[in-house]
């Protein structure tokens, strides 16, 4: 198998490799080795069943994987290597110290991207967690762009068919993305991150928060969800120095930016108001000059 990848990443020059499947055994029905033995129960043929044997297997086949991603890294240091698995089912630390990014879910729709974000952000670096951003209805421009930021909250993968854009949405989309690569990654890579909101449900609004104490900026995601007679919500923020001010530039509405203190943005918090469901802001952050 380490020959074989080693193979397939010189001989198609590749940039980056995902794994996806079952690579970890769960149990073995094979008896040209020695483990455990595994019960009497009949397994069939397909040796990721459970069986009585499928903790040291299970053992083994985790250590020869993490060996093989080694000897990748080793001979293909700047190879991109994704860990999938079956809907991201190995999004674990171990997988973590031997890959770059994990898939979070297989579905893509915006909800369940930020369900699966605000899930495994609770323990794993948020630079690491891509969601793949598919293709959804977005009958007007805030719905295009709560569709993409459902999926910029880390790592961001399109999965859609972009000749399908109209002229509008390029536009709104190369915007997006140009803020995204510029202000967003770095803040994702280095800053704190805070979840403001409860799980999303696609009902309520929900948002999060990333901070960075060290250079006083940050980042507020919110999303309003389906209901439709709360156009606006206000978030608690988080990681502030209460004694310092704040300007707050708001990316879809200019008109509703301000500067306020931390002490009033963690105990008032702040108010995000969207006339329409199903769509976004991104409120910027920045420790007022000369605070």
């Known amino acids: 198998m380490a020959r074989e990848l080693d193979r397939l990443v010189i001989d198609f020059h590749l940039d980056m490799l995902e794994h996806d499947g079952y690579l970890v055994a769960q149990g073995c029905i094979r008896n040209d080795h020695r483990h455990a033995s595994c019960d009497s129960s009949p397994l069939g043929p397909e040796p990721w069943l459970e069986g009585s044997c499928s903790s040291d297997v299970s053992y083994h086949a985790t250590h020869a994987y993490y060996e093989i991603y080694e000897q990748l890294r080793g001979s293909h240091p700047r190879l991109l290597l994704e860990a999938c698995n079956d809907g991201g089912r190995m999004v674990d630390f171990g997988t973590a110290a031997h890959t770059d990014y994990f898939s979070i879910t297989d579905t893509y729709d915006p909800l369940s991207n930020r369900r699966a974000f605000y899930d495994a952000s609770h323990v794993l670096p948020a630079a690491m967690l891509e969601c793949y951003v598919e293709r959804y209805p977005a009958p007007l421009p805030a719905n295009f762009l709560y569709v993409l930021r459902s999926g910029m909250m880390g790592w961001c993968t399109i999965m859609q068919d972009t000749t399908t854009w109209t002229p509008a949405q390029h536009a709104a989309a190369r915007r997006a993305f140009q803020l995204y690569k ?110």
């Open 182 to 291: 510029t202000r967003l990654r770095p803040l994702i890579r280095r800053a704190n991150l805070y979840h403001i909101s409860g799980r999303p449900d696609g009902v309520n609004w929900n948002g999060l928060e990333y901070f960075d104490p060290g250079s006083g900026q940050g980042v507020i995601y919110a999303f309003r969800g389906s209901t439709p007679d709360e156009e606006s919500h206000t978030f608690l923020l988080k990681g502030l120095r209460p004694d310092r001010k704040y300007d707050l530039d708001f990316e879809d509405d200019p008109s509703a930016d301000r500067r306020a203190s931390g002490r009033e943005l963690m105990r008032l918090g702040l108010k995000v108001s969207l006339p329409v469901t199903e769509s976004s802001d991104l409120i910027f952050i920045a420790q007022a000059r000369g605070e």
